[in-house]
């Protein structure tokens, strides 16, 4: 009887959405497939291009390739977004201190990238105007900052021109800004983002081109077979592929690369703190110059929340155990106060907390000993003896174009499907957007099913909306203060690859950055809903709930409230 109900409440749901099925069921029979090919014992139809890592790179990548033709498989060891790329300062920039660095062709890149971004995804991708004040006795004084800028305008090609003001005009636009000394400030256009949606938004694209994904299935070993890449997966799987591209970030070795993939990045800690927006009302994103280092810090609103960070330290071990320590939000909200005195900051402020890795590509030595700060954020392409390619480094922004260079890269001698037609196409990924629908009118925002919707799912919150509707108790919120809805759940489950708590609560809808409960209260309603997904026994709730538990302390360094 569950099975029936299950199978009825998907038949609905697949009518009413644009997307291909994504769930516990798709996981399965995928896997059955994978499996019965390998128990016939027949030759298996290759992959054309089997991608390790399905964060940011490995979905671009995905991506690109699925809409070029190429039969693409993503696997990896966690979710969708599970490393760096649900866990970034969540905002598309063309990285204005990179100038600094004389990276002047990574910024114009950026902020070209910016500009397709606007279009593929204006939902997940929305222009903001940043405030950068200047104090006496920082680093970048006014002057400095504004040629800057008028090189940063230059580089978008004018899309976008920042202003100067002064102390007063400073303070006019940002109240909370800190008086003595100020000098003034300039304002200029970046973009803020859902790092770990656009992941996702962008995987749910090169799926719907025909790629398959599976994920929680981490890849063991690579090796070559009679001019085929065989990718051992757990569980004793074997798929194989005529190229391979490892997108894995900071879990890049020499463990599926051998010794091309020793010693080429390093790690790069960042931690970035939320709370409440009453108690750092910014009204929009503020640029903080750190004294004494080539750093700057973020103080982002973030609906009725706010957050703050980075830090930029020096990472070694597994990234996935990367956490935050007892001494950062002491030392990072210091620095927030020296510009904002009037910020209600300290311990029993913070609702949660992030952290994670940035894998940057090792070559010009930073100037201070074992710092990040001044590291590339330019990608590379390398190559083993076995022609396995691994793609490093790089930033959120240019995740597409880091993608079209290695699929241009691995499609160079690869035959296409038909040995007389013609070659593989050229990359088309900016030509078309994420999510498929006609944008959103302004009127539509004035229902608030959309108005909470529409900045995760663009113009496929209609249908959600509609499902909503449709059965009351999807359309209430999880959290009251919060604008994400039980209908967002049963999409994640059904429509969205998600397997575990954590998947969810994390990473569909961030409950667990902007909770203070972290979910709690709505932790075993929905472990219940997975369980039943995936048709295993009740019994497995409780190890779901303390499988959350787990991840989440030793992200956020917070306990879950008992659930």
């Known amino acids: 009887m569950p099975v029936a109900r299950r199978n009825t409440r998907a038949e609905t749901l697949a009518e009413q959405s644009p997307l291909p099925h994504w769930g516990a069921e798709e996981r399965r029979d995928l896997l059955a497939r994978l499996h019965a090919r390998a128990r016939s014992g027949e030759a298996e139809t290759p992959w054309d291009l089997i991608v390790i890592g399905a964060g940011i790179i490995g979905a671009g990548i995905a991506r690109d390739a699925a809409i070029r033709g190429l039969r693409t498989l993503v696997v990896d060891g966690n979710d ?56 006496a006795g920082d680093r970048l004084p006014l002057w400095k900052l504004r040629m800057g800028l008028a090189l940063y305008d230059a580089l978008s090609l004018y899309q976008s021109r920042h202003r100067q003001v002064d102390a007063a005009g400073a303070r006019a636009i940002e109240p909370l800004l800190e008086t003595h000394e100020l000098r003034g400030a300039v304002l200029y256009e970046d973009a803020v983002t859902d790092d770990a949606r656009l992941t996702l938004t962008t995987m749910q694209s090169a799926r719907r081109h025909g790629a398959s994904v599976l994920t929680h299935t981490p890849a063991l070993r690579l090796r070559k077979d009679d001019g085929l890449h065989v990718v051992e997966l757990a569980g004793g799987l074997e798929v194989t592929g005529r190229r391979v591209i490892v997108a894995a970030g900071p879990w890049t070795s020499e463990r599926l690369l051998g010794a091309p993939g020793r010693g080429v990045l390093k790690l790069s800690r960042g ?10 009302p910014v009204r929009q994103p503020l640029v903080i110059q750190v004294r004494g280092e080539r750093r700057i810090l973020f103080v982002v609103p973030w609906g009725t929340r706010t957050y703050l960070g980075t830090t930029d330290t020096a990472y070694e ?31 029993e402020r913070i609702v949660s907390a992030w952290s994670g890795v940035r894998p940057l590509v090792l070559g010009r030595a930073p100037r201070r000993a074992g710092g990040t700060a001044e590291l590339s954020r330019k990608h590379r392409l390398i190559e083993n003896a076995d022609g396995v390619v691994a793609l490093i480094g790089g930033k959120l922004t240019t995740y597409r174009a880091m993608a079209k260079d290695a699929v241009d890269h691995v499609i160079e001698g ?32 004035g229902d608030p099913l959309i108005a909470d919707l529409a900045q995760r799912h663009g113009p496929d919150s209609r249908t959600l909306a509609a499902r909503a509707r449709e059965v009351p108790a999807l359309a209430e919120r ?35 950055l902007t909770d203070p409960a972290l979910g709690a209260r709505v932790a075993r309603k929905i472990a219940t809903m997975l369980i039943e997904a995936r048709g295993a026994d009740g019994a497995e709730i409780e190890a779901e709930i303390e499988r959350y538990r787990e991840l989440v302390f030793r992200e956020t360094g917070r306990s879950v409230p008992a659930v």
């Open 80 to 135: 969708v977004a599970f490393g760096t790329s649900s866990r970034s300062t969540r905002l598309i920039h063309g990285g204005v201190r990179y100038l600094e660095q004389g990276e002047l062709g990574l910024v114009y890149e950026a902020l070209r990238e910016r500009r397709r971004l606007y279009r593929m995804a204006p939902h997940l991708v929305q222009p903001s105007s940043f405030v950068f004040p200047a104090y």
């Open 271 to 280: 931690v970035h703190f939320v709370v409440r927006a009453e108690d750092v």
């Open 317 to 347: 071990g597994d990234p996935g155990d990367c956490g935050v320590e007892p001494t950062d939000a002491e030392a990072l909200f210091s620095l927030v106060k020296r510009v904002l005195p009037s910020a209600r900051l300290g311990p």
């Open 414 to 445: 690869l035959p296409a499907h038909d040995p007389e037609g013609p070659r593989w196409p050229r990359a088309t990924t900016h030509l078309e957007p994420l999510v498929l629908g006609r944008p959103l009118a302004v009127e539509e925002f």
């Open 478 to 512: 999880l959290v009251a203060d919060l604008p994400y809805r039980w209908v967002e759940v049963e999409r994640a489950i059904a429509f969205e690859g998600a397997l575990h708590l954590d998947d969810v609560l994390r990473r569909r809808l961030p409950l667990a």
